[in-house]
C-alpha cells in the first residue's frame, strides 16, 4: 500500500512520460494534458489501495481508456489557437517522428492505443489485452492491421505518390 507523501513524487516524475504516451494515443497536446490530469485524479483517488509497482500499469490502463473514449465521443473539441501558447512545448517529442505521428493519427483510436501500449510502451500481448479490457486475439489482429497500414503509409512507394510520383 502507498502513502499519500509518495504520490506527489509519483506525480512530477511520471507525469511528463504519462503524457507523451497519451499524446501518442490522442495525437493533441491539450487532450493528452487532460487525460494526463483525469489520470492522476483517479490515482490520488485510489491511492491508498494501491501498490507501488503496480502504478505504472494502472496509469497506463486508465490513460488508454480515456483516450479511447475521448474518440467515441460525438463532438469532439477543437482549440484554434490565434497565437503561439506562451511556454514553449520542452518536452514535445522531435520533428523527426511527424511522419510516423501522421500516419498514427491516421489509425481508429484502438488501434493507435494497441501500438503505444505494445511498441512504445513496451508491454506484453496479454497486459495490453488487460489495460484495454480486449481479449489477446483482439490485440495481435489489431496490431497486425494497425502495422500492416502504417507499412502502407510509410512506404517508399506513398511517399513517391505524396511527392508527385516522381522516382
Request: hydrophobic share 45%.
Amino acid at each position: 500500500m502507498a502513502d499519500r507523501e509518495s504520490f506527489t513524487d509519483v506525480a512530477r516524475d511520471r507525469a511528463p512520460a504519462w503524457r507523451r504516451v497519451s499524446f501518442l494515443m490522442c495525437g493533441d497536446w491539450a487532450l493528452a494534458e487532460d487525460i494526463v490530469q483525469v489520470t492522476l485524479l483517479r490515482l490520488y483517488k485510489r491511492w491508498h489501495r494501491l501498490d507501488l509497482p503496480g502504478i505504472e500499469a494502472y496509469a497506463r490502463k486508465v490513460m488508454a481508456r480515456l483516450a479511447i473514449d475521448s474518440a467515441r465521443q460525438p463532438h469532439r473539441r477543437s482549440e484554434l489557437l490565434t497565437a503561439p501558447p506562451e511556454r514553449p512545448r520542452l518536452d514535445a517529442i522531435p520533428e523527426d517522428g511527424a511522419e510516423i505521428r501522421a500516419a498514427l493519427g491516421t489509425l481508429g483510436p484502438r488501434q493507435r492505443a494497441v501500438l503505444v501500449l505494445r511498441f512504445y510502451c513496451d508491454l506484453s500481448v496479454a497486459e495490453t489485452a488487460s489495460a484495454l479490457r480486449i481479449s489477446e486475439g483482439t490485440v495481435k489482429s489489431q496490431s497486425a492491421r494497425a502495422l500492416a497500414t502504417l507499412r502502407t503509409l510509410l512506404s517508399p512507394d506513398a511517399a513517391a505518390l505524396k511527392n508527385g510520383g516522381a522516382q
